[in-house]
Nanobody, 122 residues
Framework: QVQLVESGGGLVQAGGSLRLSCAVSGDTNCISTMGWYRQAPGKERELVATITRAGSTRYADSVKGRFTISRDNAKNTVNLQMNSLKPEDTAVYYC????????????????WGQGSQVTVSS
């Protein structure tokens, strides 16, 4: 199993910055991709950013140039630096890990953190 504990988030004015962190424990050798998703009220959960074990990143178009995802494989952490925040970034942000497809099949393919509220005021 994989356990994820998020920290960070909060309330910030538009244009401000926040940093989310996620500490991962358990079967960390099973993890391929780590990332962040978000869910705004009344909307479906959407991808924000992901990072592979090798460091390749992927971002939603809406956050490109403003958010930066980083990962420390030795410490089993993943962070999301959010700059130039906008009111439309308001959501609950979830840390995610995805295991390798063909190994560690006894654990869930996706594991999730508890969620962190990010609120951006205008």
């Amino acid at each position: 199993q994989v356990q994820l504990v998020e920290s960070g988030g909060g309330l910030v004015q538009a244009g401000g910055s926040l940093r989310l962190s996620c500490a991962v424990s358990g079967d960390t050798n099973c993890i391929s991709t780590m990332g962040w998703y978000r869910q705004a009220p009344g909307k479906e959960r959407e991808l924000v950013a992901t990072i592979t074990r090798a460091g390749s990143t992927r971002y939603a178009d809406s956050v490109k140039g403003r958010f930066t995802i980083s990962r420390d494989n030795a410490k089993n952490t993943v962070n999301l630096q959010m700059n130039s925040l906008k009111p439309e970034d308001t959501a609950v942000y979830y840390c995610n890990t995805r295991r390798f497809q063909t190994v560690c099949i006894a654990i869930p393919f996706d594991s999730w953190g508890q969620g962190s509220q990010v609120t951006v005021s205008s």
